[in-house]
């Protein structure tokens, strides 16, 4: 079929309906301005809030710029895809100091593979119709803003702490983009999500409103304002990012968090309203939902490859592995058989993980002879992962 000869609105309408087919669980097109997020991007990276994440800085404004990231670009498709499991136990895990807290997206199959794969096939069905057609899909893989995409495509709005909100879906989902060369009519959003949508006002009045919950609840402070993450504070940045030490002032904060954190999301008031992921790749394995520190400390690097394979937690490494859950067991109560594990370890270990092992050994030394309520006392993070529990159990008994 000749470009002149496309009806540009039946194919978007049946692109759609293609994606649903798929298993995306919402679909949107939008046009690839995204002039109006260049300052912020430029800002963000001037304060070095990237951390060493050099990529961020190397690509620079084209993150704001798909047509140099692929040229030709005119259009965007926007997916999302749903990962919250069945039984997340939320509070259950984070409430047992000795059990290891993994970020709900991680506890199933690398996502980025899955989605890749269906953008790809969605790239196929639209080529059957069009003579010529370029297409590439990326999933949290390029240089690419997908959230002001996201917003702009009408998949939802960018909350305050910098992922994207959907009113009916909260924001335990992925995005995936598909870029494409062909004009295909824009996604048209609701008034309030309108094409100004990036304005900070108009967000807030989207779903926001004067809402801080996520901004207090952090436990690093990481959100420094409104919009605005640190990703040197973010305990998924320096668990998941960061091969570097872990910084000290912040190694209590992260209390039985091992991999990534989702606290943020957890105390806002939009998840109420999550959906349940149908795809079974997305459900715990090996038990990441319900295991202690112990159990995972005790994994040989043999066993952390193996047991992990398909799985996005792979890719930090074992030497992260192991200094993430060191930290974790430092902040446990004391325990003898703690300390003994830690000690046997160390012997078998980089001097990275054996300075976190050093600095754990001293947490449990510490709180030796400690009665109970002088060691909750102390704990800095105790307070808000409280109240964030309580959170939980009132608000998302489904998932607590």
Not at 116 to 145: M, W, Y
Not at 227 to 234: G, I, N
Request: hydrophobic content about 35%; proline content about 4%.
């Amino acid at each position: 079929m000749t470009t002149s000869s496309i009806n540009y609105l039946e194919l978007a309408e049946k692109i759609k309906c293609w994606g649903k087919e798929l298993g995306f669980s919402q679909l949107g097109i939008t046009d690839i301005d995204l002039s109006s997020h260049e300052e912020a991007l430029k800002r963000w990276l001037a304060n070095g809030y990237h951390g060493n994440m050099d990529y961020m800085a190397k690509h620079g404004l084209m993150r704001a710029r798909p047509a140099e990231l692929v040229p030709g670009t005119t259009r965007v498709i926007c997916v999302r895809l749903d990962y919250l499991p069945q039984d997340a136990q939320f509070a259950k895990t984070l409430k047992d100091k000795n059990a290891a807290y993994v970020s709900r997206y991680a506890l199933g199959r690398d996502y980025h593979k899955l989605m890749r794969k269906r953008l790809q096939q969605l790239g196929k069905k639209i080529s059957t119709h069009c003579e010529a057609f370029n297409c590439r899909p990326f999933v949290d893989s390029a240089p690419v803003l997908e959230r002001p995409l996201a917003e702009k495509a009408g998949l939802g709005w960018v909350g305050k702490h910098t992922l994207l909100l959907n009113k009916e879906a909260g924001s335990w989902f992925f995005l995936g983009e598909l870029f494409i060369d062909i004009p295909l009519p824009i996604t048209q959003i609701d008034s309030d999500l309108d094409k100004e949508s990036t304005n900070k006002k108009t967000a807030e009045k989207s779903g926001c409103g004067a809402c801080v919950a996520c901004i207090k609840i952090c436990p690093t402070n990481a959100i420094v304002e409104p919009y605005v993450v640190d990703a040197k504070r973010c305990i998924s940045y320096f668990t998941i990012e960061s091969p570097d030490p872990i910084p000290v002032e912040l190694r209590p904060l992260m209390g039985n968090r091992i991999y990534g954190c989702d606290d943020c999301q957890l105390i806002c008031p939009w998840n109420k309203y999550a959906k349940l992921t149908p795809e079974q790749d997305f459900q715990a394995r090996h038990q990441l939902d319900n295991v202690s520190l112990l159990t995972l400390f005790s994994w040989t690097e043999e066993d952390f490859l193996s047991k992990l394979e398909g799985s996005p937690i792979r890719r930090i490494g074992y030497d992260s592995w192991l200094r993430n859950i060191a930290v974790a067991l430092g902040n446990a109560p004391y325990s003898q058989t703690i300390v003994n594990t830690l000690i046997e370890k160390k012997g078998a270990v980089n001097d990275l993980v054996a300075e976190h092992i050093d600095w754990a050994l001293t947490q449990q030394e510490h709180k030796k002879g400690l009665e109970q309520a002088q060691i909750e006392k102390q704990q800095v993070n105790h307070r808000l992962t409280n109240r964030l529990i309580r959170s939980i159990e009132k608000g998302l008994t489904r998932d607590a």
